[in-house]
């Protein structure tokens, strides 16, 4: 496939005003249209796409005359619960919470959701390819989340780029709700950092033993293994946390471990943004669109996302699909624009940012050559409300 005569905006470099994009599953090259490798006659264009051969190469491409639009990279959504809550199945298809137990590491987002839940088309139809789905926040450690291509019907979980890709934790009062009105540990903050705190010290125990070659080896155990991974640096720690005071114990907490960690949600990140921006903290930024529906979003703003990346915080903004639904990721990272976030920020903050931040920049998040051919043109700014895809490609297929 070969788009010409379109504005390309790669994100990772400044936008080329008239270009053209040669793509399989992958980009394979791109650049200005005065190095594009096929003309068309006008004569020869019959439609605003044909076959031709490439006089270069010699291989056959559909040619696809783009004037007008503009391509950007597929959206990336870095926290998600998509097919973990059924969309229109109420509690019988509520499945991202094990609150059996405060600590339930070894759950698996990706066993739990639904492929069939018609937001995946959704998402996918308003140019979100690539989400990550996490499992709630009853939990103080709920389990590992997973990172998805959203195209194919039924198909997301063959479409994996990583089937544990965090570990999530939860401060604050979702759990505190949760285990508060069964009178069980933890019902206060104190409680929550106990938990965890004495769940990775377990851990660490745990790999101290296995360190040691002889037959004196604990017996497996599915959560410390699962606490392990973590302590080994094989996955990161994605923090729910929203009032300030539960961001900063988020933040002691993973470097009381040494972890690699971003905060999630971060509602009143923008009070602590300079410590946070001096820790190198991370945060996945929202949902936007919602209301106060809880005592710890009194301080929601959707400036959150500009004022953190002002202070030089690295900042992607989330849905948290589907508290607002995931296909209003970018008229989302739109309303932060109108809330004083430069532009471009705002559209990195749902394509390279999220993609560094989950470890999968080398695969998605900008416009480059050897990344996946994920591919959206618009018409008219994408970030506005109005803004719907005119096509998007996913690995390099066409999708509407």
């Not at 503009?70 to 998509?82: E, R, S």
């Not at 923090?239 to 949600?265: Q, S």
């Not at 591919?375 to 409300?385: A, G, H, K, R, Y």
Request: aromatic share 6%; proline share 7%; hydrophobic share 40%.
């Amino acid at each position: 496939m070969l788009i010409k005569n379109v504005r390309i905006v790669p994100v990772s470099v400044e936008p080329i005003e008239n270009g053209w994009i040669q793509f399989g599953e992958k980009i394979e090259a791109m650049g200005r249209m005065e190095s594009c490798p096929v003309y068309l006659s006008p004569a020869a264009l019959y439609s605003s796409s044909q076959r031709e051969c490439d006089t270069q190469s010699h291989t056959l491409h559909e040619i696809l005359d783009a004037s007008g639009l503009t391509a950007c990279p597929g959206f990336v959504d870095a926290h998600t619960h998509l097919g973990l809550f059924g969309d229109a199945q109420d509690a019988m298809g509520e499945d991202g919470n094990e609150d059996t137990s405060p600590s339930t590491p070894q759950m698996r987002a990706i066993d739990g959701l639904n492929p069939f839940d018609p937001c995946w088309q959704e998402a996918l139809s308003a140019g979100v390819t690539t989400v990550c789905v996490a499992p709630g926040s009853a939990n103080p450690i709920g389990g590992m989340t997973c990172i998805l291509k959203t195209y194919g019907h039924g198909l997301p979980v063959w479409r994996m780029l990583r089937e544990s890709a965090a570990l999530k934790l939860a401060l604050g009062e979702n759990p505190k709700r949760t285990y508060g009105t069964r009178q069980a540990l933890p019902i206060t903050r104190m409680g929550i950092a106990a938990l965890i705190r004495e769940k990775f010290t377990a851990a660490k125990e745990y790999l101290k033993k296995h360190a040691v070659l002889d037959d004196d080896k604990p017996d497996f155990d599915p959560e410390l293994d699962a606490l392990a991974r973590v302590l080994e640096q094989k996955l990161p720690l994605h923090i729910h946390a929203h009032r300030a005071d539960d961001i900063l114990t988020g933040v002691r907490l993973a470097e009381e471990f040494r972890l690699p960690y971003v905060i999630v949600h971060g509602t009143q990140g923008h009070i602590v943004a300079d410590l946070l921006a001096e820790k190198n903290s991370s945060v996945f930024c929202g949902p936007l669109f919602g209301d106060r529906c809880k005592p710890e979003l009194a301080g929601a703003t959707p400036r959150n996302p500009g004022l953190l990346r002002a202070a030089g915080v690295k900042t992607a903004i989330t849905t948290d699909h589907p508290e607002t639904p995931v296909q209003y990721l970018a008229p989302t990272a739109g309303l932060a624009v109108r809330e004083g976030m430069k532009w471009t920020d705002a559209l990195r903050s749902i394509t390279l940012t999220p993609a560094e931040l989950l470890g999968i920049a080398n695969r998605v998040g900008s416009l480059e050559v050897g990344k996946d051919a994920d591919i959206t043109l618009f018409s008219e700014d994408p970030l506005t409300l109005a803004a719907k895809p005119v096509q998007v490609f996913a690995n390099g297929t066409a999708q509407l």
